[in-house]
């Protein structure tokens, strides 16, 4: 059952008029009763096996869509049952790559219960807002995105995994849908966003890559999904340059990095980290995520320039270790770096924290510390308790829909 909902064959149900109507202006509860095919209760079983959901596409109930024209801003969208969407030929998204995507994640506030948050939901609506401004795209104000978000995750509740299997990944969308044949920005823009329970990001690349590694101690930590990933250094392919796109979520910046990724897993690797385009000796970061290194009780990361993502896990493990007694740094990391360094570990909506046991320079493999009582650990544990409501939130990061 589960393999039919995954890249199944989907009927653009857009086009042919079924959708709900629009709640803009009502809270974000009230609409679950009048679309037009009734929303499945909460209770009603999936068949997801939770204990095996990786993070693969599973196809949902709804998505939400509001539509603007370049000269314009966003009016009222409205939640559509999820299928298919029309783009013309020419659309500036299909032609010039004119799009912007995030990452969020919904998580179930109580074993048995209907308390879902949202984390630093306002900080992806400015990511957005400062990706558009960089794309000459409109955007949606942060009430507007955060407000899509509510209701696209209540809209498939009955997707949330349990509290502990997993999460409901949202991912807004911002794309140049109207057509245009000439280099300009489109004339007409969708904001649309969707959503799809997962687990742990890098678990089937874990289990195919790296399964002899694994003592004990690691298996226990792969069924959590934590387990240590392994790396290359990439020096021939760059993620982004000086002056480009590469500090923002542009959809763009993504597939340049998939040839140099397919090789790394076929090494046997479970990703790869870039080095700076200019002196191709400082990190930046992974395909997807962002890198820390420690030394002591000093935290590094790569200083955001233009060239690197600032991402929003990022941001939450720096204040957090700046909480707890850590040195943070944001400045050039040199790739020599990593041979005197305690631990790495990788950040990201996606992967959350994720620990790194070995890095592969030139040939030579880096070994680093991981387990139960590494700051990677700690860290994780610290923002996932805030992130599911295990933990007071004294930052106000969760929002509570």
Same mark, same amino acid.
Request: hydrophobic content about 40%; proline content about 5%.
């Given at each position: 059952?589960?393999?039919?909902?995954?890249?199944?064959?989907?009927?653009?149900?857009?086009?042919?008029?079924?959708?709900?109507?629009?709640?803009?202006?009502?809270?974000?509860?009230?609409?679950q009763q009048e679309c037009f095919d009734t929303a499945r209760s909460d209770e009603?079983?999936?068949?997801?096996?939770?204990?095996?959901?990786?993070?693969?596409?599973?196809?949902?109930?709804?998505?939400y869509v509001m539509r603007c024209t370049l000269d314009r801003e966003f009016s009222?969208?409205?939640?559509?049952?999820?299928?298919?969407?029309?783009?013309?030929?020419?659309?500036?998204?299909?032609?010039?790559?004119?799009?912007?995507?995030?990452?969020?994640?919904?998580? *179930? @506030? +109580?074993?048995?219960?209907?308390? $879902?948050? #949202?984390?630093?939901?306002?900080?992806?609506? !400015?990511?957005?807002? %400062?990706?558009?401004?960089?794309?000459?795209?409109?955007?949606?104000?942060?009430?507007?995105?955060?407000?899509?978000?509510?209701?696209?995750?209540?809209?498939?509740?009955?997707?949330?995994?349990?509290?502990?299997?997993?999460?409901?990944?949202?991912?807004?969308?911002?794309?140049?849908?109207?057509?245009?044949?000439?280099?300009?920005?489109?004339?007409?823009?969708?904001?649309?966003?969707?959503?799809?329970?997962?687990?742990?990001?890098?678990?089937?690349?874990?289990?195919?890559?790296? *399964? @002899? +590694?694994?003592?004990?101690?690691? $298996?226990? #930590?792969?069924?959590?999904?934590?387990?240590? !990933?392994?790396?290359? %250094?990439?020096?021939?392919?760059?993620?982004?340059?000086?002056?480009?796109?590469?500090?923002?979520?542009?959809?763009?910046?993504?597939?340049?990095?998939?040839?140099?990724?397919?090789?790394?897993?076929?090494?046997?690797?479970?990703?790869?980290?870039?080095?700076?385009?200019?002196?191709?000796?400082?990190?930046?970061?992974?395909?997807?995520?962002?890198?820390?290194?420690?030394?002591?009780?000093?935290?590094?990361?790569?200083?955001?320039?233009?060239?690197?993502?600032?991402?929003?896990? *990022? @941001?939450?493990?720096?204040?957090?270790?700046?909480?707890?007694?850590?040195?943070?740094?944001?400045?050039?990391?040199?790739?020599?770096?990593?041979?005197?360094?305690?631990?790495?570990?990788?950040?990201?909506?996606?992967?959350?924290?994720?620990?790194?046991?070995?890095?592969?320079?030139?040939?030579?493999?880096?070994?680093?510390?991981?387990?139960?009582?590494?700051?990677?650990?700690?860290?994780?544990?610290?923002?996932?308790?805030?992130?599911?409501?295990l933990a007071k939130d004294e930052r106000n990061w969760t929002v509570e829909i």
């Amino acid at each position: 059952m589960l393999a039919r909902r995954i890249l199944g064959s989907w009927t653009p149900l857009l086009s042919r008029g079924m959708k709900c109507r629009s709640f803009a202006s009502r809270p974000a509860s009230s609409f679950q009763q009048e679309c037009f095919d009734t929303a499945r209760s909460d209770e009603e079983r999936t068949d997801i096996d939770w204990d095996a959901l990786g993070f693969g596409l599973v196809q949902t109930d709804f998505m939400y869509v509001m539509r603007c024209t370049l000269d314009r801003e966003f009016s009222t969208g409205a939640l559509n049952k999820y299928g298919n969407i029309e783009l013309s030929p020419s659309s500036g998204v299909i032609n010039y790559g004119q799009g912007l995507f995030e990452g969020m994640k919904a998580y *179930r @506030k +109580e074993e048995k219960g209907d308390g $879902l948050l #949202l984390f630093r939901p306002e900080e992806n609506a !400015i990511r957005m807002q %400062v990706g558009a401004e960089r794309m000459c795209m409109p955007s949606p104000s942060v009430d507007q995105f955060i407000h899509a978000v509510k209701q696209t995750v209540l809209a498939n509740k009955r997707w949330v995994p349990p509290r502990g299997k997993g999460a409901l990944y949202i991912r807004p969308l911002l794309i140049g849908s109207g057509p245009v044949l000439g280099l300009a920005p489109a004339p007409e823009y969708m904001f649309l966003v969707y959503a799809s329970p997962v687990g742990t990001y890098f678990k089937v690349n874990l289990v195919v890559s790296h *399964r @002899k +590694e694994f003592d004990v101690f690691n $298996l226990n #930590l792969l069924q959590e999904g934590w387990a240590p !990933i392994h790396l290359v %250094v990439e020096e021939k392919v760059h993620r982004a340059t000086p002056g480009g796109t590469g500090g923002v979520k542009t959809i763009s910046n993504y597939a340049p990095v998939l040839k140099a990724q397919k090789q790394a897993k076929s090494q046997g690797f479970t990703d790869v980290i870039y080095l700076d385009s200019v002196e191709n000796k400082y990190l930046e970061e992974a395909s997807s995520c962002n890198l820390f290194i420690v030394k002591g009780n000093v935290i590094s990361t790569p200083v955001t320039t233009g060239t690197i993502l600032p991402g929003i896990t *990022r @941001k939450s493990i720096m204040e957090i270790a700046r909480d707890y007694g850590y040195q943070v740094e944001e400045r050039l990391v040199a790739v020599e770096e990593l041979c005197d360094a305690d631990e790495v570990f990788c950040t990201g909506t996606a992967v959350v924290v994720a620990p790194v046991g070995s890095i592969t320079y030139r040939g030579q493999r880096l070994q680093f510390q991981t387990g139960d009582t590494s700051v990677s650990r700690k860290l994780h544990k610290i923002l996932v308790d805030i992130q599911m409501g295990l933990a007071k939130d004294e930052r106000n990061w969760t929002v509570e829909i």
